[in-house]
C-alpha cells in the first residue's frame, strides 16, 4: 500500500468542491461546538438498525457463508457493519473517536462478535501500520458509511479501501453533501450561500478515474437512531452546524418547525471488488 497517490482530474475536482464547504472562522469562533464534531448517541446501536435493509444486503452477499471478517471505516457505533452480524463473526471498527469506538466495542460484546477497534484516520492508520512493520490484516469485505463527504483526498482513501479487501468493498453516501440539509438555514440566519457539489456523481467519477466501475444502486435510507429523531436534540444539532448559540434555541426552534430540514431519503451503496479481484493501481 503507498502512501502517495497523484491525483487525477476527477480527484482534484472532488477536493476543490470539498473545500468550498468550509465555514468562515469568524463563524466558526460564535459557535459553542466545532460545526463539523457529532454526538456519538447519534451513532449508537438500537433497535431501529434494520438488517435486512439493502444497503446491507449488497455486504451481505459478498460475505462467505462461514465466518465472514468485515472493516468497518468510520464506524461510529457500528451502525453500519454489526447488522451484518452472523454472517460476519469478526469486524474490526476503524474511527477517529474513542467515544464512538467505545460503543462500537459495547455492541459487539452485546452481540458475541468478534471485535477490534483502532482509533485514528483512514488510510493513516493503515499506513502507519505498515510502516511499523505488523500491517493491518485484510478481511474479506470493508464497508464504509457515510465518510466520503468527509475526506479531500479521495483517492489514496479508496485505494487502501480495496487493498484491505479480499472480496469487496461497500460504500454508502447522500447524493449529494449531507450538510446540504442546512443550506436554507444558512441563508437565513447568516445570509451565507452555501455549495451544492460534490455529489454522489463525482464520487464515482473519482472511482472510475481509478480504473474501479462500481455497480451504483439508490436504496432507501436506514433509520436514524431514536436519539436522531428527538426534537431537543434536533436544536442541538442545528445549533452546532450553524454555529449558532443556545441563548438562541427558541428562535431555532420555531424556524426549524416551519422550515425542517431538506435530509435526503434514499442513499447511494457503491460496491466494487476487493484488491485480489480487480487489476489496478494497487
Given at each position: 500500500?503507498?502512501?502517495?497517490?497523484?491525483?487525477?482530474?476527477?480527484?482534484?475536482?472532488?477536493?476543490?468542491?470539498?473545500?468550498?464547504w468550509?465555514?468562515?472562522?469568524?463563524?466558526v469562533a460564535?459557535?459553542?461546538?466545532?460545526?463539523?464534531?457529532?454526538?456519538?448517541?447519534?451513532?449508537a446501536?438500537?433497535d431501529?438498525?434494520?438488517?435486512?435493509?439493502?444497503?446491507?444486503?449488497?455486504?451481505?452477499?459478498?460475505?462467505?457463508?462461514?465466518?465472514g471478517?468485515?472493516?468497518?471505516?468510520?464506524?461510529?457505533?457500528?451502525?453500519?457493519?454489526?447488522?451484518?452480524f452472523?454472517?460476519a463473526?469478526?469486524?474490526?471498527?476503524?474511527?477517529?473517536s474513542?467515544?464512538?469506538?467505545?460503543?462500537?466495542?459495547?455492541?459487539?460484546?452485546?452481540?458475541g462478535?468478534?471485535?477490534r477497534?483502532?482509533?485514528?484516520?483512514?488510510?493513516?492508520?493503515?499506513?502507519?501500520?505498515?510502516?511499523?512493520?505488523?500491517?493491518?490484516?485484510?478481511?474479506d469485505?470493508?464497508v464504509c458509511h457515510?465518510?466520503?463527504?468527509?475526506?479531500p483526498?479521495?483517492?489514496?482513501?479508496?485505494?487502501?479501501?480495496?487493498?484491505?479487501?479480499?472480496?469487496?468493498?461497500?460504500?454508502?453516501?447522500?447524493?449529494?453533501?449531507?450538510m446540504?440539509?442546512?443550506?436554507?438555514?444558512?441563508k437565513?440566519f447568516?445570509?451565507v450561500?452555501?455549495?451544492?457539489?460534490?455529489?454522489?456523481?463525482?464520487?464515482?467519477?473519482?472511482?472510475?478515474?481509478?480504473?474501479?466501475?462500481?455497480?451504483?444502486?439508490?436504496?432507501?435510507?436506514?433509520?436514524?437512531?431514536?436519539?436522531a429523531?428527538?426534537?431537543?436534540?434536533?436544536?442541538r444539532?442545528?445549533?452546532?452546524?450553524?454555529?449558532?448559540?443556545?441563548?438562541?434555541?427558541?428562535?431555532?426552534?420555531?424556524?426549524?418547525?416551519?422550515?425542517?430540514?431538506d435530509?435526503?431519503?434514499?442513499?447511494?451503496?457503491l460496491?466494487?471488488p476487493?484488491?485480489?479481484?480487480h487489476?489496478?493501481?494497487?
Open positions: 500500500m503507498s502512501d502517495t497517490v497523484a491525483l487525477t482530474a476527477a480527484g482534484q475536482r472532488w477536493a476543490e468542491l470539498l473545500a468550498s468550509a465555514i468562515p472562522d469568524e463563524i460564535r459557535g459553542e461546538v466545532p460545526p463539523w464534531s457529532h454526538d456519538p448517541a447519534t451513532f446501536m438500537d431501529t438498525a434494520d438488517p435486512s435493509n439493502p444497503i446491507f444486503e449488497l455486504a451481505r452477499e459478498l460475505l462467505p457463508v462461514d465466518g471478517s468485515v472493516l468497518d471505516v468510520g464506524c461510529g457505533g457500528g451502525r453500519s457493519s454489526l447488522p451484518l452472523p454472517r463473526d469478526r469486524i474490526i471498527g476503524v474511527d477517529a474513542w467515544a464512538m469506538l467505545d460503543q462500537f466495542a459495547a455492541a459487539a460484546q452485546s452481540l462478535v468478534g471485535h477497534e483502532i482509533e485514528g484516520r483512514w488510510p493513516d492508520v493503515a499506513i502507519a501500520a505498515e510502516m511499523s512493520g505488523s500491517p493491518l490484516e485484510r478481511v469485505v470493508v457515510h465518510v466520503f463527504f468527509n475526506v483526498d479521495l483517492e489514496p482513501f479508496v485505494v487502501a479501501l480495496t487493498a484491505m479487501a479480499r472480496l469487496g468493498v461497500v460504500a454508502v453516501l447522500p447524493r449529494r453533501h449531507p446540504s440539509a442546512w443550506n436554507a438555514a444558512w437565513h447568516w445570509n450561500d452555501r455549495p451544492l457539489g460534490p455529489t454522489s456523481d463525482e464520487a464515482v467519477a473519482v472511482l472510475n478515474a481509478l480504473g474501479i466501475e462500481p455497480e451504483v444502486f439508490e436504496v432507501p435510507r436506514p433509520a436514524m437512531s431514536r436519539h429523531e428527538d426534537p431537543a436534540l434536533l436544536v444539532s442545528a445549533r452546532r452546524r450553524l454555529c449558532l448559540t443556545s441563548d438562541r434555541d427558541d428562535e431555532l426552534a420555531e424556524w426549524l418547525r416551519a422550515n425542517p430540514p435530509f435526503t431519503r434514499d442513499v447511494v451503496v460496491r466494487w476487493g484488491a485480489s479481484d487489476e489496478g493501481p494497487w
